[in-house]
């Protein structure tokens, strides 16, 4: 399969516990999106990179809230001290420039208890 | 980016074409629409996107109207497949202002039997 990864698939957490997401983008796409979607809620914007440089991160829900992409490849998205209020749905998406046409992966489902 | 405006559901016979309805009256010259659908616990997918002329793929057709200010996304023969939530989405698509897609609540089509 060579779409967008993600993973856990789900993740059931205490509050106040760190968790941690990770996304393998599309081998050949240099920009990396994640998203949280709440219930009934359309996917929400948090931070992009291009390549290894996060090139927006003013949208990130709090400073709990970090994004990672090393050598521009994977990325990673921490939450820290999570709160019930994190649990949602953390979407990926990839792509290979500045266009709109956005590849999704399944998603991250965080439960925070 | 532009705000849109969708109806927040509708209903089409499976094998009738579905026409979504999208008003984007706010534009700007240099936005494109886009159109995603998301099929319930995946990621969103891309189906079409178009500037001014109208776009036809193998998905769907996407009728932009002269003035810019609407549009239409058409699933001509829908099936029970087909039933997801529409997203239309209006962005830049160049410039150092080319991050994430802004996402409204969309359409849930229902295709019925």
């Known amino acids: 399969d060579t779409g967008v990864s993600q993973n856990p698939r789900h993740k059931i957490t205490k509050r106040g516990q760190n968790v941690t997401f990770r996304c393998d983008p599309i081998?050949?796409?240099?920009?990396l999106y994640w998203y949280r979607q709440t219930l009934g809620q359309g996917p929400e914007f948090l931070t992009y990179f291009q390549n290894e440089a996060q090139l927006e991160k003013s949208r990130l829900l709090s400073d709990r809230f970090s994004a990672e992409r090393p050598k521009g490849s994977f990325s990673t998205l921490e939450i820290q001290r999570t709160e019930q209020g994190d649990s949602a749905m953390y979407l990926c998406?990839?792509?290979?420039?500045?266009?709109?046409?956005?590849?999704f992966g399944e998603g991250s489902r965080l439960t925070v208890l | 980016d532009a705000k849109t405006t969708q109806p927040p559901s509708m209903d089409c016979a499976e094998g009738r074409a579905a026409n979504l309805p999208c008003n984007h009256s706010t534009i700007s010259g240099n936005e494109y629409v886009y159109w995603y659908r998301q099929i319930h616990s995946q990621g969103p997918q891309y189906i079409i996107h178009g500037l001014k002329n109208n776009e036809t793929n193998e998905m769907a057709s996407l009728i932009i109207t002269e003035d810019r200010k609407s549009s239409t996304l058409i699933l001509p023969h829908a099936t029970l497949r087909d039933t997801a939530v529409y997203y239309c989405i209006v962005r830049v698509d160049s410039g150092g202002g080319a991050d994430g897609l802004t996402f409204g609540k969309g359409t849930h089509l229902i295709i019925q039997p």
């Open positions: 998406a990839s792509n290979a420039g500045r266009g709109g046409e956005l590849f």
């Open positions: 081998s050949e796409h240099n920009r």
